[in-house]
C-alpha cells in the first residue's frame, strides 16, 4: 500500500533544524502533490513572567512572525509547491502543533526538526518533538540534521 500524504504540516521557528525540515517537507509536498501547512508558534509562555503587559510586544512578535511565514510560503511557491498555507498562532506550542493545528487544517503529516537538547535539558523543559510524538493523532517525521549526529 501506497501512503500519500495531502496535507503536510512543517513547523517552524527560524531555528537551523526548522528549516531542515521545511526543506524536507517542500520536498515530500512536491512528492505527494500535496497541501503545505507551514506552521509557526509564538510561545507566550515565556512572556507571561513579563509582570507589564505591554501589547507592543505582542504585535511585535506577530509581525516579525508573519514576515518569517511570508519568506517560508515564497520559498515553497518557488519550488513548485502550489498549495501553500500558513498559520501562525500564539500559545504553548506543544499542544497548537500536536493537536489543535493538525485538526484544524486537517493535517495527515507532521514534520519538525529535532531540537538537539541533551539529555538534561530534556528532563528540564521536554523536547516538543517528544510531546508531539506521544499527542498527534497523525503521523510524525522528526528531521535531523546528519552532520550533528555523526
Given at each position: 500500500?501506497l501512503?500519500?500524504?495531502?496535507n503536510?504540516?512543517?513547523?517552524?521557528?527560524?531555528?537551523?533544524?526548522?528549516?531542515?525540515a521545511?526543506?524536507?517537507g517542500?520536498?515530500?509536498?512536491?512528492r505527494?502533490?500535496?497541501?503545505?501547512?507551514?506552521?509557526?508558534?509564538?510561545?507566550?509562555?515565556a512572556?507571561q513572567s513579563?509582570?507589564t503587559?505591554?501589547?507592543e510586544?505582542?504585535?511585535?512578535?506577530?509581525?516579525d512572525?508573519?514576515?518569517?511565514?511570508?519568506?517560508?510560503?515564497e520559498?515553497?511557491?518557488?519550488?513548485g509547491?502550489?498549495?501553500?498555507?500558513?498559520?501562525?498562532?500564539m500559545?504553548?506550542p506543544?499542544t497548537?502543533?500536536?493537536?489543535?493545528?493538525?485538526?484544524?487544517?486537517k493535517?495527515?503529516?507532521?514534520?519538525v526538526?529535532?531540537?538537539?537538547l541533551n539529555?538534561?535539558e530534556?528532563l528540564?523543559?521536554?523536547?516538543s518533538?517528544?510531546?508531539?510524538l506521544r499527542?498527534?493523532?497523525?503521523?510524525l517525521l522528526?528531521?535531523?540534521?546528519?552532520?550533528?549526529?555523526?
Amino acid at each position: 500500500m501506497l501512503q500519500r500524504y495531502q496535507n503536510i504540516m512543517v513547523a517552524v521557528d527560524g531555528s537551523h533544524e526548522a528549516e531542515l525540515a521545511f526543506e524536507k517537507g517542500v520536498n515530500v509536498a512536491l512528492r505527494n502533490n500535496s497541501r503545505l501547512t507551514i506552521a509557526h508558534v509564538i510561545d507566550t509562555r515565556a512572556l507571561q513572567s513579563v509582570s507589564t503587559f505591554d501589547a507592543e510586544v505582542y504585535e511585535e512578535l506577530q509581525e516579525d512572525a508573519k514576515k518569517l511565514m511570508d519568506q517560508y510560503a515564497e520559498k515553497a511557491k518557488e519550488a513548485g509547491v502550489g498549495n501553500v498555507v500558513t498559520v501562525v498562532e500564539m500559545g504553548n506550542p506543544k499542544t497548537l502543533l500536536a493537536t489543535d493545528i493538525p485538526e484544524e487544517q486537517k493535517v495527515d503529516l507532521i514534520m519538525v526538526g529535532a531540537t538537539g537538547l541533551n539529555a538534561f535539558e530534556r528532563l528540564l523543559v521536554g523536547s516538543s518533538s517528544e510531546y508531539i510524538l506521544r499527542h498527534a493523532k497523525v503521523d510524525l517525521l522528526v528531521v535531523r540534521d546528519k552532520e550533528k549526529t555523526l
